[in-house]
């Protein structure tokens, strides 16, 4: 029986009609939507004059990681960090994936942009991807002056897939005593390998840009063997205490919603600050896939004015600032 369904915001609906669906995902299909290339990022360099590294960092069994660094030509002071994770449900993508949302903040605030390849499932399968993001963090801090970054200004960001390692590395670096991270933004985040919510049964059976069949698949093929953890699945972690400034969205529409609602319900709960919003009718990605779509750029406006005023209260002229009585 098909559970009844918020209704698609009408643009957005529209504009799905032009995409190819599919209910489930297959090793096949996979592979070929792997030989898709990402757009070139070049694509999304606005007003701001753009430098771009490319490196590799290992891992501890000899593996080497390409990092993507976007910075802006001229700085006057220590820049903030976007660390960017990609979507793709861990099965897919690349660090150039969704790359113009943290773009829009280099554009808007003069952040620093690093984004990291991860190892995706199934060739890698377990704790290494986000063992992979933490390396990542990790490397971050430790050449901040390098990257001409503030390293109190480190802020983890990720859509989807990423956006549930985002929360998985800002819980690893709470516990690990390090390195320090500012705030998290966790855009449609995949935070519970269990696909158990009333969202991810009512976006089952029907073809869409992530059903209930394909988160199934992803995180099957990201488990294998392996038993689950909250840095992987960090809607099993027993403690959201001690958590940076969270921001959370997702749509009403989409397999996520109700683990991202729960999520940010117990970071309340522990005494965070979270902000989250439910965009009516939206489906999952919506924001990536149609940028153009009103309802996308009132989602990334909220989240970048989000973002200016966290970075505002992280600034080091404020924190210099006498308090006033």
């Known amino acids: ?16 009609t032009t995409m190819p669906l599919t209910t489930t995902l297959t090793p096949d299909l996979l592979a070929q939507i792997r030989q898709y290339p990402s757009t070139p990022p070049e694509t999304f360099y606005g007003r701001r004059t753009v430098q771009r590294r490319e490196l590799t960092i290992p891992t501890p069994d000899g593996t080497h990681l390409p990092l993507s660094i976007f910075s802006p030509a001229a700085s006057d002071a220590a820049a903030p960090c976007i ?57 971050i801090a430790d050449h901040a002056d390098e990257l001409g970054i503030d ?99 997702a749509g009403t529409a989409e397999v996520f919603r109700d683990e991202d609602v729960t999520y940010a319900t117990r970071i309340w709960s522990a005494g965070g600050q979270a902000a989250l919003h439910i965009w009516p009718g939206a489906f999952h990605g919506f924001d990536a896939v149609f940028p153009q779509a009103q309802l996308s750029r009132e989602a990334r406006h909220t989240r970048t004015t989000w973002l200016a005023r966290t970075l505002d209260q992280l600034s080091p002229a404020r924190s210099a600032a006498p308090l006033v009585s």
């Open 151 to 249: 390293p109190t200004r480190i802020i983890v960001a990720g859509t989807s897939a990423g956006g549930g390692l985002a929360a998985g590395i800002t819980l690893m670096a709470r516990d690990h005593h390090g390195p320090s991270i500012a705030a998290q933004i966790l855009i449609c985040p995949m935070l519970d390998h269990r696909n158990t919510t009333v969202s991810s049964h009512q976006y089952a059976g029907d073809p869409g840009i992530w059903t209930r069949e394909k988160n199934q698949f992803a995180w099957q093929s990201v488990l294998g063997q392996a038993t689950p953890n909250p840095y992987l699945s960090p809607a099993l972690a027993d403690d959201l205490s001690g958590l940076p400034a969270t921001y959370i969205d």
């Open 1 to 16: 029986m098909t559970l009844p369904r918020p209704a698609l915001d009408p643009e957005l609906s529209d504009l799905l």
């Open 83 to 139: 660390y960017w994770l990609h979507g793709g449900g861990m099965v897919m993508g690349d660090r150039l994936s969704q790359i113009d949302i943290p773009l829009e903040w280099l554009e808007e605030f003069g952040a620093v942009v690093v984004s990291i390849d991860y190892r995706l499932a199934p060739e890698a399968n377990g704790s290494t991807l986000v063992d992979d993001c933490y390396l990542g963090l990790r490397w």
